[in-house]
C-alpha cells in the first residue's frame, strides 16, 4: 500500500497571505488528522476528519480549517498567516476505528511565514 | 485536557548501553499509549504501543512499560545502536471513545548513540 502523502513538502508565504494543504491518507483509512509541530511546542493536534466531518479540534484559532472529500482526502488552510505559524504541519491517517487507532503519518509539509 | 510531560529532553548513550525514556499523563481516562521515533527530516513513525490493560510489552530490544496507578509509562532500549539515534515521543489518547483518534504527545527525546 502507498504510504501517506502530502503536498506540497515546502511553503514560502508571506504574513497575511493564506495557504492550503493537502493530504492523501493510505488507501481504506477513513481518518485524517492533522499535528502541528514545531521545535517550542513539539507536536500538537489541529483537528481530525473522519467521513468528511471534523471530529475533533484541538486549541487553534478559527485561522486554521480543514475539510475531508468523499474519497478521504483531506485538506487544511490557514489564512492571515503569521508569522508564529511556521512550522512543519503534519497528516496521520488511520482507519478511524475507536477500539484501534494506530495513526500513520505524512512526510509534511514544511511552511515559512515571512 | 490530557497533559504528557516526557523526560528527559536529551539522552547520550554508548553504543550497546541502554536508553530509557520516561513520560507521566494526567488524564486518568487515556488507555492508549504509543511511542513514535522521528529520525532527522523524516516522518515520525510509531515503533511500539501499549494499552491499559497490559503492563509491558516487548519487541525484541524495545519495551514499554505502563503503571496505570502512578500514570507514567517509559520506553526501554537495550542494546543501543547508531541507528536508534532520533528522536522519541510519547502519546496517549482514549480508545473506546469519539477522541480516539486526538494523540496527545509529549515533547521529545534526543537520543544520541555514540560509538
Known amino acids: 500500500k502507498a504510504g501517506v502523502t502530502q503536498t506540497p513538502r515546502y511553503l514560502i508565504k508571506t504574513r497575511g497571505q493564506q495557504v492550503t494543504l493537502s493530504c492523501s491518507p493510505i488507501s481504506g483509512h477513513r481518518s485524517v488528522s492533522w499535528y502541528q509541530q514545531t521545535p517550542g511546542q513539539g507536536l500538537q493536534f489541529l483537528f481530525e476528519y473522519f467521513s468528511e466531518t471534523q471530529r475533533n479540534k484541538g486549541n487553534f484559532p478559527g485561522r486554521f480549517s480543514g475539510r475531508q472529500f468523499s474519497n478521504s482526502r483531506s485538506e487544511m488552510n490557514v489564512s492571515t498567516l503569521e508569522l508564529g505559524d511556521s512550522a512543519l504541519y503534519l497528516c496521520?491517517?488511520?482507519?478511524?476505528?475507536?477500539?484501534?487507532?494506530?495513526?500513520?503519518f505524512g512526510p509534511g509539509t514544511r511552511l515559512t511565514v515571512l | 485536557g490530557e497533559n504528557v510531560e516526557q523526560h528527559p529532553s536529551t539522552l547520550s548513550v554508548q553504543e550497546g548501553d541502554s536508553a530509557v525514556i520516561k513520560c507521566t499523563y494526567s488524564d486518568s481516562a487515556s488507555n492508549y499509549f504509543p511511542w513514535y521515533k522521528q529520525e532527522l527530516g523524516k516522518r515520525p513513525q510509531l515503533i511500539i504501543d501499549?494499552?491499559?490493560?497490559?503492563g509491558e510489552k516487548k519487541d525484541q530490544r524495545i519495551a514499554v512499560t505502563l503503571n496505570k496507578t502512578a500514570k507514567h509509562f517509559s520506553l526501554h532500549i537495550t542494546e543501543t545502536q547508531p541507528e536508534d539515534s532520533a528522536v522519541y515521543f510519547c502519546?496517549?489518547?482514549?480508545?473506546?471513545?469519539?477522541?480516539?483518534?486526538?494523540?496527545?504527545f509529549g515533547t521529545g527525546t534526543r537520543l544520541q548513540v555514540t560509538l
Open positions: 501499549i494499552r491499559s490493560n497490559v
Open positions: 502519546a496517549a489518547s482514549r480508545l473506546n471513545t469519539g477522541t480516539a483518534s486526538k494523540l496527545t
Open positions: 496521520a491517517s488511520s482507519q478511524g476505528l475507536a477500539r484501534y487507532n494506530e495513526q500513520f
